[in-house]
């Protein structure tokens, strides 16, 4: 902590924002339920941009399994809460930084964290809650920030006026109570935005697909990897930085994929092309969970 100073762990951003702009990021609070992988690869980033203060959330700690992806997660975190892991390194990279910390009583006091932050970084998978925290993040008119369940990079910019992920995806969880969806129903959001990921990008063809339908069936855990959940997480934080600034561009709340295999940026196809390629990923999907 010698010589630290905010101006100084700062003073490389002048370029990217005017000094107005980091003050406007010191002041910003960011609430990133979720803090893993693409999560935590988020709240490094918005750390390290000069976001001044956070409220974060998770369930866990740091099992070995999360070493292969998740950047607060090392030998000597493995069985420590991710969130309280991930407050005391931001605080290693800016010791005058503010942080809430929840475990999984977060949802319980959603509508006050929704009251205070600026934006909403959705670094969790669980689809019950997701659901809670897209219905009272549009009540509050706050912004949400997310990814899809993807092998490809990808961000989504859900504004206040947007449709939630379960009307724009066709979720069952339509007119039901968060806390009444069952894991019946997670199976399905989930299925569905698989759906959505293989009719509009080229995830098919980067991932071992007999491997993606376990993960359909709930017969594995999600699979991931290092260099999709940084960039992600960092796209993610760009899109952050960007509400936080009132900066015009960026996507919307169908997103897009970033194909660092192909370079090139995958966007949604054109309705007509779209209801064409659904029907051949269902006959995909129907094979590959048969």
């Not at 070493?67 to 005058?96: C, M, S, W, Y």
């Not at 006026?161 to 969806?181: H, K, N, Q, S």
Request: some cysteine.
């Amino acid at each position: 902590m010698s010589g630290f100073t905010y101006a100084e762990m700062t003073t490389r951003n002048r370029g990217f924002v005017t000094a107005d702009e980091q003050e406007r990021l010191r002041a910003a609070c960011v609430f990133i339920p979720g803090v893993g992988g693409m999560g935590g690869a988020a709240l490094m980033a918005l750390v390290r941009a000069g976001i001044g203060s956070f409220v974060i959330a998770d369930l866990d700690g740091f099992e070995v399994s999360n070493l292969n992806r998740q950047l607060f997660a090392t030998l000597d975190t493995v069985g420590i809460h991710k969130a309280e892991a991930a407050h005391a390194a931001a605080l290693r990279i800016n010791p005058d930084i503010r942080v809430d910390v929840l475990h999984g009583d977060w949802t319980g006091q959603l509508d006050a964290i929704a009251r205070r932050v600026d934006v909403i970084v959705n670094g969790m998978d669980d689809a019950a809650a997701g659901v809670h925290l897209y219905r009272r993040a549009r009540a509050h008119g706050r912004t949400v920030i997310d990814a899809y369940a993807s092998p490809l990079p990808s961000v989504t910019v859900v504004r206040p006026d947007a449709p939630r992920p379960e009307e724009r995806l066709g979720y069952p969880t339509l007119g039901v109570e968060w806390t009444a969806i069952t894991a019946a129903m997670r199976a399905q959001c989930l299925m569905r935005e698989i759906e959505y990921v293989l009719v509009h990008s080229a995830s098919h063809r980067h991932v071992d697909l007999d491997i993606a339908a376990e993960v359909a069936a709930g017969k594995r855990s999600r699979f991931s990897f290092s260099t999709m959940v940084t960039m992600a997480g960092t796209m993610m934080a760009e899109e952050a930085v960007r509400v936080v600034l009132g900066r015009p561009g960026g996507t919307d709340e169908r997103g897009y994929f970033f194909n660092p295999h192909a370079v090139r940026v995958e966007r949604p196809l054109p309705p007509p092309l779209a209801a064409a390629k659904r029907l051949v990923v269902r006959g995909l999907m129907r094979r590959l969970m048969g």
